[in-house]
DNA sequence: GTGACTTCTTGACGTTTCGTCAAAAAATGA
DNA sequence: TCATTTTTTGACGAAACGTCAAGAAGTCAC
């Protein structure tokens, strides 16, 4: 690859930081076009040889956190254990996430209140969805074994697909619950993530994936997986 | 009220209205204040009058549903059975208000992605959080209330807050997969409302409300409530 | 019914930002 | 070294927000 193509490879990551620090910090509207090319030190122009447009910026810094999520996903697929400690290896991997991406759903759940505006190009839709089934295959997969193995009894009218959907709300649900905390007053709900982490218990419990967490204590296997698995990242989140 | 100022109250309403549909159809981009004025046909100095800016128009729209859900589930409320079957009443109003508002989730998402912009009056801010509060209050109370008499028995480090908490979630979710049944393979989840109720149902016999899901059938318990409390909407949104 | 006073409505206007494009600058390669 | 291609630039047009002074409509005492 000449230098040229990879400055233009390295700015167009800076353009990305720099959006998605904007985005949390100065939210949706104060996002400017202008004021991004003028932090990165390029013209309005070159932006827009990266980005067709503002939203498809936006959803470019979508696409780039969620594949770093799917990785993270695809990491945790490699855990080692009982079915269920593997899926508490997955959820690991969205709180690691979670605490290292806050933008990240701001950003998404912007695209797609967009409408999939027809100003995102088709490629980024795509990337974007491409990186949410990706972590959808792995829980579907461990779930499938699980179920296979007799450790998941699905019962009449139930389905691997519910749960991973059901799994997935509650952890989408983390990110809602922060904005939200602001104005709960039951403390007991303050931690969203340590809410997630009971109610994805709760969750599987009602499934009656064994070992059940009133079997086994899933706390071990979340930080086995933390610290097998995501050293650095959990670190770097503050949860280790 | 002078009929001057019930003409006013009405426009404002057929603002909300306008306002909504543009929104469900066109997206967030799309809604804009010029359009607005024409198709109620006022100008656009009048829309000013009741918004003070477009997101103010935004939150308006969407504090406009939150109220209605509220009010959905403080009918919930009134339902009479078991502890649990009550709680069924109040998933069905969600399932009544999610049939009916496709809009709201949008609007809401939008709302709270806009960063609680300084240019949304505090009061309407104010007015979404109580329609929340309000919804949870009615949830909070059933389950404090089956945790009190015993058919909900939580277990150490669990609280009626959390449980509460965890069914939003899944209800939040479900205007997720709405959006993303799209992309989803699976037909056993293309259901956003049937999932959401399987879901409801795993969660709260995780949490061993009783009777369990397995003990008694909570369709039958949903259709009451939709022909006793809901018969109208149910009926004008397709559930009935 | 009239006129003085208040409230409401209007749409042109200033401002801001998006996205474009022709011209200038830089890179490439024979 | 210079012709060709690629990249960068920033001034510009378009579009939308939000304002405001002037005018229209409503209110009310008499």
Chains 1, 2 share one sequence.
């Not at 700015?11 to 100065?26: F, G, K, N, S």
């Not at 697929?77 to 690691?96: C, D, K, N």
């Not at 709960?184 to 809410?195: C, E, K, N």
Request: aromatic share 8%; net charge negative.
């Amino acid at each position: 690859m000449s230098p040229k193509q990879q400055e233009i490879r390295d700015r167009e990551e800076r353009l990305l930081d720099v959006a998605q620090v904007m985005l949390l910090e100065r939210g949706y509207e104060d996002l400017r076009m202008d004021r991004i090319a003028e932090v990165v030190g390029v013209s309005k122009g070159t932006v827009y040889q990266h980005f067709g447009s503002r939203d498809d910026l936006l959803a470019a810094v979508a696409a780039r956190s969620a594949a770093t999520r799917a990785a993270l996903f695809e990491r945790a697929a490699r855990f080692e254990g009982s079915s269920r400690e593997r899926m508490a290896a997955v959820e690991a991997a969205a709180e690691v996430f979670f605490a290292l991406f806050p933008h990240h759903e701001q950003a998404e759940r912007l695209v797609r209140a967009a409408h999939l505006s027809p100003k995102i190009s088709p490629e980024r839709v795509a990337a974007l969805e491409t990186c949410t089934q990706r972590c959808f295959e792995v829980a579907t997969r461990i779930a499938a074994e699980a179920a296979a193995s007799g450790d998941l009894p699905l019962r009449e009218g139930q389905s691997v697909g519910q749960l991973c959907v059901g799994l997935w709300n509650l952890y989408q649900g983390a990110f809602l619950m922060r904005d939200l905390e602001k104005f709960m007053s039951d403390p007991s709900v303050d931690d969203a993530l340590g809410t997630l982490q009971r109610n994805a218990r709760v969750f599987l419990d009602g499934f009656g994936w064994r070992p059940l967490s009133t079997e086994l204590d899933y706390s071990e296997a979340r930080e086995r997986a933390l610290n097998e698995l995501f050293a650095n990242e959990a670190q770097a989140a503050g949860l280790l």
